[in-house]
């Protein structure tokens, strides 16, 4: 069945530096990829999306970039901040399969002060 | 803006007892979602509601059963829990599509003994 695998699990950066949480999926007919953040006793919350048709998409300081060749897809986050810390997962969805939107197994990133 | 919203925030039931979770949104979505969150496996979904009156199976839907009860509200019902029903459940909507940005709840957190 379909499948998204997101790495690493644990994510630990100092305060200013960058981020790079990567997934990938395995449902060719893919084409919509959304990136959630969770932070503790909340639901997840939209951080970033992107869509098949196009190939790297920015948000201040989040960028996501997507490789459908290969059936990669990053988020990037440069100058972190405390506030960042939090569970991020990606997602996979298309238009076959309904309305199936599959999630990766998420990452915890620790950000340093 | 309450967006989603979920309730009861926390419940613990004995095994064989039946609950229902209740959602509703206020953004006129015609999409609602079930998802679990279990430890280290991501969100997979129980039941969706791609519109009013239209409910289908997810990825994980034995042991539980859905209402859409209206456009606002989606409710979840287990009706002999078990203990492997142990878990956090997030109620989502979305525009209508499978490539809409979901919008979540902040969870119920169910116990079973």
């Known amino acids: 069945g379909e499948n998204v695998e997101q790495h690493p699990s644990t994510l630990s950066v100092q305060e200013g530096d960058s981020a790079v949480i990567k997934c990938t999926y395995s449902d060719s007919a893919s084409n919509y990829f959304p990136w959630y953040k969770q932070e503790l006793g909340k639901g997840p919350q939209l951080i970033i999306d992107?869509?098949?048709?196009?190939g790297e998409k920015k948000d201040q300081r989040i960028a996501v970039t997507l490789n459908k060749t290969a059936k990669h897809f990053s988020l990037h986050i440069t100058e972190t901040q405390p506030e960042d810390s939090a569970v991020y997962f990606c997602a996979a969805s298309g238009n076959t399969g309904g309305f199936k939107t599959i999630f990766g197994a998420g990452t915890r990133l620790f950000v340093k002060a | 803006n309450a967006g989603v919203t979920q309730t009861p925030k926390f419940q613990v039931l004995k095994t064989g007892q039946s609950m229902t979770l209740q959602c509703a949104q206020d953004m006129n979505h015609n999409s609602m979602y079930w998802y679990r969150q279990d430890p280290g496996m991501g969100l997979r979904l129980i039941y969706y509601?791609?519109?009013?009156?239209?409910?289908d199976k997810g990825e994980v839907p034995n042991g539980y059963n859905v209402s859409r009860l209206n456009k606002r509200e989606f409710s979840l019902r287990l009706e002999s829990a078990a203990p492997s029903q142990t878990s956090v459940y997030f109620c989502?909507?979305?525009?209508?599509?499978?490539?809409?940005?979901?919008?979540f709840g902040d969870g119920t957190r169910l116990s079973i003994l």
């Open positions: 992107i869509r098949s048709n196009v």
């Open positions: 509601s791609a519109s009013e009156g239209t409910t």
């Open positions: 989502a909507s979305s525009e209508a599509g499978s490539n809409q940005p979901q919008h």
